[in-house]
T-cell receptor, first 112, second 113 residues
């Protein structure tokens, strides 16, 4: 089975940086995904890591360390619209059909 | 753009009713998924399908069944709705190849009274 942990809630100020950590345990790792979900809306894909290192996409970056079972999502130059839940999800090598296991999500509140 | 469409945004049903939730995707994806999302519990996989007429149980299949008669359509069935099935239900699809990114529908908020 898989176990995925991420903080429940974080608060940050507009313009600042926030780092959301995700730790996981899996029998066979085959990729880690980050999704953003605004209240009442569908999750939308943000980033994908399968190799160690940093993936940068505009204001958002995601880092992976497979040996540590650890990832983080970095949100820079925070904007009010970044207030949302951020979901970490892991795919197992043995998972048929690209099945993902999701963490509980981290709700980020951006304050003016 | 990938589009995953769920037939209803809000549904109210009574205990014991049979409930159908429909999901259609327009990107010819092989894989389709049904999740429920509850506060504090995150997204939990109910069932998924990796091909027409194929289905696999997820983590919480009890009380649910699914149907995949056509590639683009994946239905979730609550045979006899119960109050503990009140939840947000999300459908997703993904291609078999590549990164396997899942694309989600807008969700159906089901209330069972």
């Amino acid at each position: 089975g898989q176990n995925i942990d991420q903080p429940t809630e974080m608060t940050a100020t507009e313009g600042a940086i926030v780092q959301i950590n995700c730790t996981y345990q899996t029998s066979g790792f085959n990729g880690l995904f980050w999704y953003q979900q605004h209240a009442g809306e569908a999750p939308t894909f943000l980033s994908y890591n399968v190799l160690d290192g940093l993936e940068e996409k505009g204001r958002f970056s995601s880092f992976l360390s497979r040996s540590k079972g650890y990832s983080y999502l970095l949100l820079k130059e925070l904007q009010m619209k970044d207030s949302a839940s951020y979901l970490c999800a892991v795919r197992d090598t043995k998972a048929a059909g690209n099945k993902l296991t999701f963490g509980g999500g981290t709700r980020v509140l951006v304050k003016p | 753009d990938v589009k995953v469409t769920q037939s209803s945004r809000y549904l109210v049903k009574r205990t014991g009713e049979k409930v159908f939730l429909e999901c259609v995707q327009d990107m010819d994806h092989e894989n389709m998924f049904w999740y429920r999302q509850d506060p504090g519990l995150g997204l939990r996989l109910i069932y998924f399908s990796y091909d027409v007429k194929m289905k696999e149980k997820g983590d919480i299949p009890e009380g649910y069944s699914v149907s995949r008669e056509k590639k683009e359509r994946f239905s979730l069935i609550l045979e006899s709705a119960s109050t503990n099935q009140t939840s947000m239900y999300l459908c997703a699809s993904s291609p078999r190849e590549g990164r396997g990114i899942q694309y989600f529908g807008a969700g159906t908020r089901l209330s069972v009274l």
